[in-house]
């Protein structure tokens, strides 16, 4: 059995933006990073969520995350062995896998645990995100590293101190677990991680949280080894923390994201409008 279906439009849902039927059924917008294969898909619904003094969801802060990702691979030849970018569910990947993480990666790809970092929104409570960055992953593969220096550690960077996630050297653990594989991991070290929570900006309201991640991100990526060393302790940087992360850019961030999702959007639309024979919806 399978299915095909037809596409209907529907009324622009925010006012002012540059859409006009760009809008197709509940899904308006979706976007991946490379080599994964489940997508931040923006529904309908969630659009007003972009709107000043709104919580985003979980896809939205991915696909800012996606988004970010994509840039920097798009950088420079030779980027796509550094990065893996991940959707907020891997906080809970047992979850969302059906207990098979195999599923975060199309046929062929990078594994994920073989990159330089491993970035992702994590939620630990329903209601406030934060970035969790794994760093040289590929340390812990025996294979890759039977008897070697490992460098792997965690980072959290979080934008409300007083909402930190629970038990977070054990369950970054077992994301690395079920990210291997099965792949041997060199259990000591493993076992030894050291999870660092840097202090980080603070957000002024309760409800930007979703924004921070993407933000943290983009900053941690123009100088991935500076800020790794920065948030574990080793050569701290100079000037005051805001600064150093930027935090000023935060105030625009609302609004780019608005504009990459509401383009993603048109781009869908016109995918769409390229094949106009769809057929009605049929099993067989």
Known sequence: MYWTFT??????????NRIRDAVTGDLVAELRFYGTTIPA??????????????????????????????AYLEGAPGRWEDLAVLHSRTWDLAHWTAGAPQRVRVPGARQVLEH?????????TGSHFFLCIIIYPKDLLYDLNP??????????????????PRDAKNKIKNILMRLSNGRQLREQ??????VYL?????????YDCGLYPG??????????????THCTGKSLMDGPLESVWKH??????????????????????????????????YAM
């Open 7 to 16: 596409h209907s439009r529907l009324a622009p849902p925010l006012s002012g």
């Open 41 to 70: 898909d923006i529904a309908e619904e969630q659009l007003r969520t972009l709107e000043p003094g709104q919580w985003l969801t979980a896809d939205l802060c991915s696909f800012y995350c996606n988004e970010v990702g994509n």
């Open 116 to 124: 330089n970092y491993v970035a992702f929104p994590g939620n630990d």
């Open 147 to 164: 008897n070697g220096p490992v460098r792997t550690v965690a980072l959290i960077l979080n934008s409300l101190h007083n909402m930190q």
């Open 189 to 194: 070290e493993l076992q030894d991680i050291n």
């Open 198 to 206: 840097p202090m980080m900006p603070q957000q002024p309201n309760m």
């Open 215 to 228: 933000h943290f991100l983009s900053v941690f990526l123009s100088a991935p080894e500076i800020y790794t």
């Open 248 to 281: 000023e850019r935060i105030e625009a961030a609302r609004g780019r994201l608005k504009s990459l999702v509401l383009a993603s959007a048109e781009i869908r639309q016109a995918s769409l409008d390229f094949n106009t024979d769809i057929p009605a919806p």
